[in-house]
């Protein structure tokens, strides 16, 4: 199955305590994303010299679930849903399905 959501996309938080903000999708690990500058949380880490990381405290982006994103159209400034459509050559694309129009 091909994935709606992948590496790159504009999406468009849907849920939960950044709902409404808009980002890019900068992993995709399995079920959840990290989406930058998207549920940003602060991590507390110790000083490893040998890898010349400092302690203190992090702030990065956490993994959201995917469900509680959506694509995002610039056409409609809106997050819509994604289907796909199998071309005549094989190849699969996703399209929004309001429009239709590619991806």
Do not use: W, Y
């Not at 994303?33 to 040998?50: A, F, G």
């Not at 994604?82 to 129009?101: A, H, I, N, P, Y």
């Amino acid at each position: 199955m091909a994935k709606r959501i992948r590496k790159g996309d504009q999406v468009i938080v849907i849920a939960g305590r950044d709902k409404g903000k808009t980002g890019e999708v900068v992993r995709v690990l399995g079920d959840k994303v990290v989406v930058s500058n998207i549920n940003i949380v602060k991590r507390h880490t110790k000083p490893n010299p040998q890898a010349g990381q400092p302690g203190g405290v992090i702030e990065r982006e956490a993994p959201i679930h995917a469900s509680n994103v959506m694509l995002f159209n610039p056409a409609t400034g809106k997050g819509e849903r994604v289907g796909t459509k199998v071309l005549e050559d094989g190849r699969r694309l996703r399209v929004f399905r309001s429009s239709g129009e590619a991806v």
